[in-house]
């Protein structure tokens, strides 16, 4: 017997699915050569004729004659043809006409708009909507195994589904949308025995929970919190085990769900910690992450870049996604990239970025640190800093977070560094001649970490000040050079602020003061006050690094005085409420003794 779903898409409905890359709709096509209403092709030239002139000669051959038997010209009309037969317009007679109106626009009537879209069109429309939903699964009941019988319904169904994108346009229904019960009824098409209804609606909630939507915050979390509560999470998981991406269309509907799970996330973290709540989901996407693929495919990069996003959203999402594997899953598939560039401007590159981008979120967590410790992702950036292309920076970028952070916790990772033998991997690209401002920055910023990190007189610590030291304190010279570079640009956006702030009140400065941050974190203020603190930690350090930085400082005329300033400032700006914000002002008043 012929399946539902064979006899569903013979039927046309699935036809109109819109795909991610759609192609021109070929009734568009016929429509702009459509006949006029007078007839006529409005492409079809045309010559009005002139009133006749009486007094004109007559010129050509002569006219038949007058009676009709006197020639033989050829077979008479069709009895039933007139001047409007035959040739009619565009050459088709009227009946022919007719009959392409009306597959044009079978029923002018039901395509007609309502006047206005409120409470009233909504409650009719929603109870529409339910009587399809009712009728259609009245009779698949009734005639589960006689197809014919139902497929009607089933396109009527269809259309409806596709007919409430027009709720999109108005975010101010979605509220009573929601108390009418339809966002429940919507939610259980998803599990409609037919896949192509289930894809429908998820387009539709994809439409309706799009951030391109004007909806206001009440507006979206009554549709939100109606979708979840209908179980919208569990139901697309059953869609994303039951749909076969081999097929187009369902490979579509995966990609629609997905971003049904993007939009839920993205911005609002209440809403995204809900969503990671869901184990399945979770680990259905960390399985597609990992599928095989040769090109990457679209969906495989999409679940990189959703869990991306919510790693990103909060703590509580990272530590949920480290609890399912989640570093070490991650580190087997960027190890690929050891040695290996990804094609430039596909899929396989966005992918990449993606996953590195979640292991950084990831790796931002006290406690996930030592996972990424025991899971070799030291060993692993190490070797991609000496080896990788285009890796090489979101390696960079990924250990400057590993040792980073509050309290003690990138302690380990910096041990590990040592360990692993990454300071000359670190120190070789320090001392390359054209490394841009970001690679720069997590360089300074690694070098920050591990001297405030690694524990006083351990052999990792002193390694790491030898460094330093060695080859007549090349690095120490460095490091003061880039001082001089990021205080100029820096001190150049200060004067600027200056002659703004001559000519202001205290109320217009307190206004303009995030702007004027904004513009000095622009110019590099946050490379120059992690310099100035591993200069002030060498000065403590190490008296011979001392001398050097004395003696480099004074051939600008400047001294220790203005490292202590910088970090001076440092020290104001901090939070001493905070704990953790406690332990860095004691550690930087600490160093400001030593710069006296």
Known sequence: MTSIDELFKASGVGSSKRKLEPLRDPNEIYKSARLSSNGRSSRQARVEDEAADEDDVEAGPAPPPDDENE?????????????EGRFYGGGITAQENDALDYVDDPDPSANTQPDKFDSAWLRRTALNFEKRISKNAELRAKFEDQPQKFISSEAELDADIKALSILSEHPELYPEFAKL????????????????????????????????????????NALVDALLEADLLGLLVSNFERLDEEQEVDRSGIYYALS???????????????????????????????????????????????????????????????????????????????????????EEEEY??????????????????????????????????????????????????????????????????????????????????????????????????????????????????????EKD??????????????????????????????????????????????????????CLQMLDVVLAWLVAEDGGAKKTIKKLLADRDETLSVIKDSIQEQIEGIDADDADGKDTRDMLSTLVKFLQ
């Open 473 to 526: 304190y090349e690095k120490t010279e460095k490091l003061v050079k880039l001082r001089r570079e990021y205080a100029a640009r820096v001190g150049a956006v200060d004067d600027v602020i200056r002659t703004e702030q001559s000519g202001m009140d205290a109320d217009e400065k307190e206004e303009m003061a995030d702007e004027w941050l904004s513009r000095r974190l622009d110019a590099g203020l946050f």
């Open 71 to 83: 020639g033989d010209y050829g077979p008479d009309l069709p009895p039933d043809d007139d001047e």
């Open 260 to 346: 049904i799970v993007e939009n839920l996330c993205s911005g609002r973290t209440a809403t995204a910690e809900q969503v990671a709540e869901n184990d399945n989901l979770l680990k259905w996407m960390l399985r597609r992450i990992q599928t095989k693929e040769n090109p990457v495919g679209q969906n495989k990069q999409y679940a990189a870049e959703v869990l991306a996003i919510l790693v990103q959203t909060s703590p509580k999402n990272r530590r949920k996604l480290a609890s399912l594997d989640a570093v070490d899953i991650m580190l087997q598939l960027v190890a690929s990239y050891r040695k290996r560039d990804p094609e430039k401007g596909g």
């Open 352 to 469: 990449m970025e993606n996953l590195f981008e979640a292991l950084t979120c990831l790796v931002d967590e006290p406690e996930i640190k030592a996972k990424f410790v025991t899971a070799e992702g030291v060993e692993l950036c190490l070797i991609m800093l000496k080896e990788g292309k285009l890796s090489k920076a979101a390696a960079l970028r990924l250990l400057d977070h590993a040792v980073g952070g509050p309290g003690q916790s990138g302690t380990e990772v910096c041990q590990r560094i040592v360990e692993a033998g990454g300071l000359k991997n670190i120190f070789t690209l320090f001392m390359k001649k054209q490394n841009d401002s970001q690679t720069t920055e997590h360089l300074i910023g690694m070098f920050g970490s591990m001297l405030r990190l690694l524990p006083a007189d351990s052999a990792e610590r002193i390694r790491t000040l030898a460094k330093f030291v």
């Open 181 to 220: 019960g339809c966002v429940a009824s919507l939610v259980g098409l998803l599990a409609h025995e037919n896949t192509d209804i289930a894809i429908d609606a998820i387009e539709i909630i994809n439409e309706l929970t799009d951030e391109d939507v004007s909806a206001d915050d009440d507006q979206w």
